[in-house]
């Protein structure tokens, strides 16, 4: 079968700029992290390389998913929560479109759910956005399946009674093979990952942490900033020992069945004591445990390509199985198809 | 004694197997119409399964039948009742012998007749024909699983693979009665059991034993029938369920536009046989997702026309209600779908093996908003494969959802299907964008009949965002002014009315009759059946049969204004009645509705009409 790689990222020439992915006057709210996370996403696809007319954007309902509207590819802003299940059809149908699928934190895991957790275990080749801003915006105001515990909302006056919904945890419990976090904010970071998740061939999930000014303000503000992030924000990269801090001065380490945070240079500890990232491993224990950190736990949050493994695709495969009928089965046309039955004539 | 035989030389017969779920009834009735089918009867059949997934050995509620109805003419449905009755056991006889005429022949294995089988078919008393009012000349009655044993004792096979030929002694003793060629039933046999030659020998010594049984022992059997064929039009067939020929529409619907075959679907009965039936046939390319639920199934075949594939997706009742909202994107997008429905008994689970008309308002109306979408009814097996087949041209070329319509009773029947020739059917030409328009296109920019241009992604220059939010008809970006959202609400409207469909054809006294008979999809057969029968008796009727239901075609007020009195006969409370007197000013129907989860029944059709004839 034939090997389409359609990220021309490698070689670090594009002939498209951030410009020609761009579209439109973004209509959400001034501060709005969906804002910023558009910027990132016009920067990646033209550090990417790959046409405008080669990409489908395609999202759900919600804030977060008036993007396309704002992309000068093809399109869709679908319905609420079957974002990930058009867009699997779309990638089936014409997997030599790359797409990407964008939905919040409400289209994406509570009436979406389903779909996204089948899209990770079949693999379908899609980069898929979450933005996770915990919040129902479009709505005004309600919680969201990845509210904490007790969050007040209009439609939780007395606080939620309801766990929320850990994206990393769902995305590996579906078996998926990617899952990298990013802030809205934080240019770099975004860009580096959403590069990433072009780069795995499979289901991609990329959890951006965002804003919202309006209904939930202040969500993600331990690390919304670059001061943040230095103070309580780890970014891990493959190979890279797992350090953190203003000045890399801490470390993590594995204690027993958890990991432990390690002060470098003090009480004996040096820099080859660190854990390093394996984002590549298949057993996704460590990573877990990575992307779980920084829930009020005295832990910094993960940022970064968290978990990258080669799967095969659910795409390539059917494509492949294709192939491989055509060749083994002697019809390949509907005429043909008709002679394969039992057959009389009469005269 | 071959003598005392009397020879009934019939137009058609109707023959019914029944057994247990395990005894291969399907089989021996696929057998039998092949055969008959092969010297030119035209045959209707109806696999009548059972709900339960696999109900006790023996019991009423286990019991399989398969109806085959074979004509020396046309027929059209597989009959109401039987002239033959096989019962394989004790619960087959107690439950099919409704199926039965007055005089109809019934052959019964007198091995599973014993006391433990007479309980369990709930017989109150050992003298089972007298319970039941069945006179024993009628009925020939055999060792039958005793005479199969001796028949497979040097075989060497075990018991219990010798007891799964029985079907075949049975087929062998109908086909004496029928005077059929065995040679036919051979070849079917050593090609299914190519890989296994021992078992289709062995299936084979059995049939010629139920035939060399029936020859030896005629006495006990009133008649041997024969059924010439009359009016054959010459060709090659072969023999197709409802399902096979809808997934076979598809496929050539795609071939002849060129395009690729997306299903995405759920199982679901009694749809399920169309994914199965796709999913085998990669080597054409097609390619199917079993989905997570009814509504990816939906979602997923959107977004495979929107990528450039005809998005196709398959199921039954229940799973159009999951699916409404999908399909409603489609509408507003003005992308390509087609939306199989297998109708089944409802409401919610409902009957879920048994055939209904029930859906029909749910398809024209049960979506949110002004949402027009065309509605087409398959009306027999072999129709499911030409309207498959428009069904696909029309979603492509008008660049709509589309809703085709069988049912449980079509897709499950099967009938010969004249080998048809892709070469005759009509072009399918989607509207992709004229390259012409470069520079100035925006995606709800109409063709001359208000279609709007389909933009295949990939193709550079043309790149666009859709969405289910109302569009700006100029501009296609998202509007909510007013005006606009009336004017996008009146060209979807006008796009759905302007589809242009055949004329609605008037059968049997189109000129003169007094009573217009109405329908639509599956129940044609049995329509037209009645038709006949009315015909046949001297009254004046005529039948109207709608395969398309959204449009109407052009012709239909004048149609159903036409004649004295018009009656609607349909298997739900009126809603094809509804949907007629909704478009046609002044038209007030009689009504014929029946719910029963069954086929009509002819005779019960005819009374009906003659009532309102009088």
């Known amino acids: 079968m034939e090997q389409i790689n359609s990220s021309s990222s490698h070689s670090g020439e594009s002939q498209w700029v951030a410009a020609d992915f761009k579209k439109g006057q973004p209509r959400w709210c001034p501060g709005c992290g969906d804002h910023f996370f558009l910027a990132s996403l016009h920067k990646a696809m033209a550090e990417i390389g790959i046409a405008p007319s080669q990409t489908a ?3 759900g309902i919600g804030c977060s998913s008036r993007l396309p509207h704002y992309m000068a590819t093809y399109g869709m802003n679908t319905i609420h ?43 379908i080749d899609l980069n898929m956005i979450l933005l996770n801003n915990r919040i129902y915006g479009l709505t005004k105001g309600q919680y969201s399946p990845t509210s904490p515990r007790g969050f007040v909302s209009k439609s939780s006056p007395y606080g939620t009674v309801e766990d929320p919904f850990r994206p990393a945890e769902l995305c590996f419990g579906a078996r998926g093979h990617f899952f990298a976090r990013a802030v809205a904010t934080d240019a770099p970071g975004t860009i580096e990952i959403l590069k990433a998740a072009q780069q795995h061939r499979g289901a991609s999930v990329c959890e951006i942490l965002q804003n919202c000014v ?8 331990s690390v919304y900033t670059k001061e943040g992030r230095a103070r309580n924000a780890i970014y891990v990269r493959h190979g890279q020992p797992l350090v953190f801090g203003e000045n890399n001065e801490f470390g993590l380490m594995q204690e027993g069945f958890g990991l432990k945070i390690v002060e470098i240079g003090k009480d004996g500890v040096t820099i080859d004591d660190i854990l390093i990232h394996d984002a590549h491993a298949e057993d996704n224990t460590l990573q877990l445990k990575l992307a779980l950190m920084g829930d009020g736990d005295g832990f910094p949050i993960a940022l970064g390509v968290i ?12 494509e492949a199985q294709i192939e491989e009928v055509k060749a083994k089965k002697p019809y390949h046309t509907f005429a043909e198809l008709l002679e394969t039955n039992d057959i009389w004539e009469v005269h | 004694m071959a003598d005392s035989i009397e020879i009934k030389e019939l137009d058609q017969v109707v023959v019914r197997f029944s057994g247990d779920s395990g005894d291969g009834m399907q089989l021996a009735g696929n057998i039998f119409s092949t055969v008959s089918a092969t010297v030119g009867n035209s045959i209707s059949t109806f696999p009548d399964y059972p709900a339960d997934i696999r109900a006790p050995q023996g019991s009423l509620t286990g019991v399989s039948g398969f109806q085959v109805h074979i004509g020396a003419s046309q027929v059209f449905t597989p009959g109401d009742q039987c002239d033959v009755l096989v019962a394989m056991n004790a619960a087959a006889l107690k439950t099919q012998y409704r199926y039965a005429k007055p005089n109809a022949t019934i052959i019964i294995d007198t091995d599973s007749f014993g006391p433990k089988d007479l309980e369990k078919a709930q017989f109150k008393t050992e003298d089972y ?45 109908v086909c004496w009665l029928f005077s059929r060629d065995l040679d036919v039933a051979y070849n079917f046999l050593r090609e299914k059991f190519a890989k296994k030659p021992a078992i289709a020998e062995a299936n084979i010594r059995v049939i010629q034993a139920g035939y060399d049984y029936g020859h030896n022992t005629h006495s006990s059997a009133a008649n041997v029938y024969r059924i010439e064929t009359k009016h054959k039009v010459p060709g090659r067939y072969m023999d197709i369920t409802g399902n096979k020929a809808t997934a076979y529409g598809f496929i050539a619907a795609a071939e002849k536009a060129g395009l690729k075959l997306y299903l995405g679907s759920y199982p679901i009965t009694p749809a399920t046989d169309v994914l199965h039936e796709l999913s085998k046939h990669k080597s054409l390319g097609v390619t199917t997702v079993q989905c997570e639920d009814e509504i990816a199934g939906c979602a997923s075949a959107v977004g495979a026309s929107f990528a450039g594939a005809l998005g196709v997706t398959s199921t039954s009742g229940p799973g159009i209600c999951l699916k409404s909202e999908a399909m409603n994107l489609a509408v507003i997008m003005e992308l390509p779908l087609v939306v199989l429905d297998v109708q089944r008994g409802g409401p919610a689970t409902g009957l879920p093996t048994k055939s209904e008309q029930t859906d029909l308002l749910q398809v024209l109306f049960g979506r949110n908003g002004e949402s027009p979408m065309p509605v087409m009814a398959a009306a027999s097996p072999t129709d499911c494969f030409d ?3 428009q069904a696909c041209k029309i979603a492509l070329e008008h660049m709509t959802p589309v809703v085709l319509l069988t049912d449980a009773f079509v897709a499950n029947g099967s009938a010969a299907f004249k080998l048809p020739d892709l070469n005759e059917y009509p072009a399918i030409n989607p509207p992709y964008v004229p390259e012409e328009l470069r520079g100035k296109w925006t995606p709800y920019m109409r063709a001359e009949n208000g279609t709007r241009y389909w933009a295949v992604p990939g193709r550079e220059g043309f790149e666009h965002i859709l969405g289910g939010l109302e569009k700006d008809d100029k501009t296609g970006a998202i509007s909510t002014n007013p005006e606009n959202h009336d004017l996008m609400t009146r060209k979807r409207q006008a796009k759905i009315d302007a589809i242009p469909v055949p004329d609605l054809e008037v059968l049997g006294d189109k000129d003169d009759a007094e009573l217009l008979i109405v329908g639509f999809g599956g129940t044609f057969g049995h329509l037209h059946a009645a038709m006949d029968e009315l015909r046949a008796e001297g009254k004046k009727v005529a039948l109207a049969h709608f395969r398309y239901i959204n449009p109407l075609p052009k012709n239909t007020a004048e149609v159903l204004m036409k004649y004295p009195k018009v009656i609607v006969a349909e298997q739900n409370m009126g809603q094809l009645a509804a949907w007629l007197r ?21 005779n019960e059709l005819v009374n009906a009409i003659k009532k309102n004839l009088q």
Not at chain 1, 214 to 221: L, P, Q, R, Y
Not at chain 1, 307 to 318: F, G, M
Not at chain 2, 584 to 591: I, N, Q, T
């Open chain 1, 307 to 318: 978990r990258d493994v080669e799967a095969p695709t659910y795409n390539d495969a059917v």
């Open chain 1, 214 to 221: 309006i209904f939930n303000n202040g969500t993600h503000d």
């Open chain 2, 387 to 389: 309207a498959a087949y």
């Open chain 1, 81 to 123: 929560g079957r974002a990930a299940a058009i867009a699997t059809g779309c990638k089936v149908a014409n997997p030599r479109l790359t797409v990407w699928q964008v939905s919040g934190d409400g289209d994406g895991l509570a009436i979406g759910g389903n779909h996204f957790i089948h899209a990770n275990r079949r693999n």
């Open chain 2, 582 to 602: 909704m478009k046609v000013d002044g038209f007030v129907p009689l009504k014929f509705n029946q719910v029963k989860g069954q086929p009509f029944i002819v």
């Open chain 1, 57 to 59: 954007v395609i999202s």
């Open chain 2, 129 to 173: 024909l007298g319970e039941m009012g069945i006179d024993p000349d009628r009925v020939i009655a055999c060792p039958l699983t005793t005479m199969v044993k001796d028949c497979l004792a040097d075989s060497g096979m075990d018991v219990k693979s010798i007891l799964k030929c029985r079907n075949m002694f049975a087929l062998g003793l």
